[in-house]
């Protein structure tokens, strides 16, 4: 079974710009989760999305967004990008078979610098 | 707050000999426990996981042990080779309804094998 993919893997932007970072899941998979990490702060956790409804929320501002289609595959987009926000964007995908915990499979991230 | 740490921020190791990396967890509810392993440039990679209704889960050259008494949890790596250098994280599923982050991590200890 092919793991969580993300593109791009590597993106350079400039201050001001905009970003879509996307993620495709594991076959099967209904949630997908959305971090970020960087060497000062680790990995912090961004949205959750399942049955394309963001059903958690992390301490981001609202420049950070996402969304999640109908085959699970999700979207991150950036806004008005700040040099803070260069990072690796890692996504993960889970079977949320029914509110119990869940293991959380990663794809390899996208690193983001912003100059 | 609720938080799962790490004891060591790095670690050395002969090439052969056994690792040791420790995790301690504050929440005594905590039930189920899962270790990362991060290589430079990659996504994290599942490894190992364990419930609270086991002290010891054995993998391929991985044990977990789990002590609730004390809040503790310890991933053994037997043989270490040059391939384990990475950054180990144990990580903290949580229920995805309860509104927390889904996924919890420590910051992470990185394992150096010395060959």
């Known amino acids: 079974k092919a793991g969580v993919t993300q593109t791009p893997r590597y993106l350079i932007k400039t201050r001001g710009q905009q970003v879509t970072l996307s993620c495709s899941p594991i076959?099967?998979?209904?949630?997908v989760s959305w971090y970020q990490q960087t060497p000062g702060q680790g990995l912090q956790f961004l949205f959750e999305?399942?049955?394309?409804?963001?059903?958690n929320k992390g301490n981001f501002p609202g420049r950070f967004s996402g969304r999640q289609f109908s085959n699970s595959r999700s979207e991150m987009n950036v806004s008005t990008l700040e040099l803070g926000d260069s990072a690796l964007y890692l996504c993960?995908?889970?079977?949320?078979?029914?509110?119990?915990?869940?293991?959380?499979?990663f794809g390899p991230g996208t690193r983001l610098t912003v100059l | 707050g609720e938080s799962v740490g790490l004891h060591l921020p790095t670690l050395s190791v002969q090439e052969g000999d056994n690792s040791i990396i420790n995790c301690a967890y504050s929440?005594?509810?905590?039930?189920?426990f899962i270790w990362y392993k991060q290589e430079s440039g990659k996504g994290p990679q599942f490894i190992i996981d364990?419930?609270?209704?086991?002290d010891k889960r054995q993998g391929q050259r991985v044990t977990v042990l789990l002590n609730k008494t004390v809040k503790h949890l310890s991933l053994q790596i037997a043989a270490t080779q040059p391939g384990d250098s990475a950054v180990y994280f144990c990580?903290?599923?949580?229920?995805?309804?309860?509104?927390?982050?889904?996924?919890?991590f420590g910051k992470g200890t990185r394992l150096s094998v010395i060959a």
């Open positions: 990580a903290e599923p949580r229920t995805p309804y309860s509104g927390n982050t889904p996924l919890v």
């Open positions: 999305y399942f049955s394309e409804t963001q059903r």
């Open positions: 993960a995908s889970s079977l949320a078979s029914g509110g119990a915990t869940d293991t959380q499979y």
């Open positions: 929440n005594s509810a905590s039930d189920y």
């Open positions: 364990i419930r609270s209704n086991m």
């Open positions: 076959s099967g998979h209904r949630s």
